[in-house]
């Protein structure tokens, strides 16, 4: 046995002594899967974190975090005689065996755009084989409302119900913010909150023939408010200033000083002022 399968031997057996009944750890020994579920979860998410900050030494971490919530949820399985953690490696690895025919099969070069088609035309037969046959069935529900949107529209899109090109998108955008500005005029907030739902979901379709990925454009929309506003913090702090006492004229101008990045100078210019 190699390195890697003697640490994961190790770690399988770490897991087996977490959960024993008489001398395993009272938390582990509670967790079923609905419990854990929200770590695993949360883990994939501070892996993705660690990822997008480029921290080499974190991601190896995260990866080992995320590997113990397959091992967790593995061993419950065990435990209530559905599978171990032998047949969940099988299976990952006999479905990319199959999704890969142009590797495992016979050998052919394929452009991107051919090879995502092929992934997902394997993913429709799976689920046929299965006897899955709504078109939406197994699209997760724990996904990102934003990414889930974005998904459902994909899927609808492959048997026909589907903006043709983004403009179209676009026009329908407007008529949510049109519906939306109706429903505040009423004033009735579950009509609010259904209209304003609306308008996300058209704007995650909208995205998608954009062909942008609509959680990673807000969430790089979110990195980019977090830093204005912390800049907007040092500048404040450099000017003496109080945020919660911060007239919306002065939050104005430390919002654009933020915008344009112009830390420095806007310090001595504030310093001088004051």
Known sequence: MNASGEELEALLAL?????????GCPWDRAQTFASIARYTIEEAYELADAIARGETERLRGELGDLLFQVVFHARIAEEQRLFDFAAVARGIHEKLVRRHPHVFGEPRAL???????????????????????AVLADVPRALPALARAAKLGQRAGRVGFDWQEAQQVRVKVAEELGELDAALASGERANITEELGDVLFALANWAR????????????????FEQRFEHMEALAAARGLTLE????????????????????????????SS
């Open 111 to 133: 452009a991107a755009e051919e090879l995502q088609a092929s992934w997902e035309a394997h993913k429709a037969g799976e689920r046929h084989a299965a006897g899955e046959r």
């Open 245 to 272: 006492r911060l007239s919306a004229a002065q939050w104005d101008e430390l919002w654009c000083l933020a915008k344009s990045g112009a830390h420095s100078g806007a310090q001595s210019g504030a310093q001088s």
């Open 15 to 23: 897991m087996r002594t977490l959960r024993d009944p008489v001398r």
């Open 209 to 224: 023939h954009l062909q942008v990925e609509p959680e990673s454009a807000l969430r790089a929309a979110t990195d980019k």
